[in-house]
Each structure stands twice: as C-alpha cells, then as structure tokens.
C-alpha cells in the first residue's frame, strides 16, 4: 500500500512477499514452520495507519492475515517475520478490515 514495487500475497499453505525489479518479480516466503502444514490463508490486510507516528516507524508495521481454520496471522512488513498467531473465529476469516 506504501510501495509501488511491492506486493503481499497469501494462499495454500504460505504468505509471501514480492518485490518487482525491472522485468522480474521476485519473491520470498515468512518462515511459518509448523502453522503452515495444512492452513488455507484466505485474506489479508495491512496496519499502516500513517496519522500514527509510532506506526510510520517501519518496524511498527503489520500484515494481519486471516486463515480458513479461524486463525490471525501477524506478520512484521519490514522483518518479514512472524510475531503471533490468534485464534480469532471458529470457522474461515473471508473478511478483514484494520483501523484504529
């Protein structure tokens, strides 16, 4: 949402970051370890409220992504890490939408 060269995506088993260079797209998978065996990512959003000065800090920005299995994953944008996982819904997240 902030970078023009830059694309999130999630689907069977993964959540990847891309990154478009020239004619090339190339892209990298968040380490998920044993949550990705199975789970279904479904949906995704990003925390990048920019009236926050806490958040403009790259380190505070956040992908939260949804599963099929009712699970939200949160993601550092800039470490590309996974900081925590919650079990939110009982069933698949088909919708999300981060404010503040």
């Given amino acids: 949402p902030i970078e023009l060269d830059k694309l999130v995506s999630c689907g069977k088993e993964n959540i990847r970051f891309w990154r478009i260079k020239g004619e090339h797209l190339a892209g990298g998978a968040v380490v998920l ?7 279904i990512f ?8 920019n009236d926050n000065p806490a ?9 939260f992504v949804g599963s099929k299995g009712g699970l ?4 550092n ?8 996982v919650f079990k939110i819904h009982e069933s698949c997240i088909s919708s999300l939408s981060v404010s503040s």
Avoid: C, M, P, W
């Fill in 77 to 84: 944008y800039q470490s590309r890490e996974l900081e925590g």
């Fill in 55 to 63: 958040i403009k800090e790259d380190s505070a920005r956040r992908v």
């Fill in 33 to 39: 370890n044993h949550h990705a065996r199975d789970t």
């Fill in 72 to 75: 939200l994953f949160q993601v």
């Fill in 42 to 49: 479904t949906i995704l959003d990003f925390d990048f409220n």
